[in-house]
């Protein structure tokens, strides 16, 4: 087991961009599918439109 936190730590070290982007990826989605009403459901979606404006 203890070999297993020591590879888990070293990936995530190296990867701490990757991680932060997992991370926020998977708010996001809890977000929307459970807390989002509809005014931010709205919301989202001018963000969506603007990100991919930008892109």
Do not use: H, P
């Given at each position: 087991?203890?070999?297993?936190?020591?590879?888990?730590?070293?990936?995530?070290?190296?990867?701490?961009?990757?991680?932060?982007?997992?991370?926020?990826?998977?708010?996001?989605?809890?977000?929307?599918?459970?807390?989002?009403?509809?005014?931010?459901?709205?919301?989202?979606?001018?963000?969506?439109?603007?990100?991919?404006n930008?892109?």
């Amino acid at each position: 087991m203890a070999k297993y936190a020591e590879v888990n730590k070293k990936w995530n070290d190296k990867n701490e961009a990757r991680k932060l982007y997992i991370n926020k990826r998977s708010t996001t989605k809890n977000f929307i599918l459970n807390l989002a009403i509809e005014d931010d459901l709205e919301q989202i979606e001018k963000y969506i439109e603007e990100r991919r404006n930008n892109l």
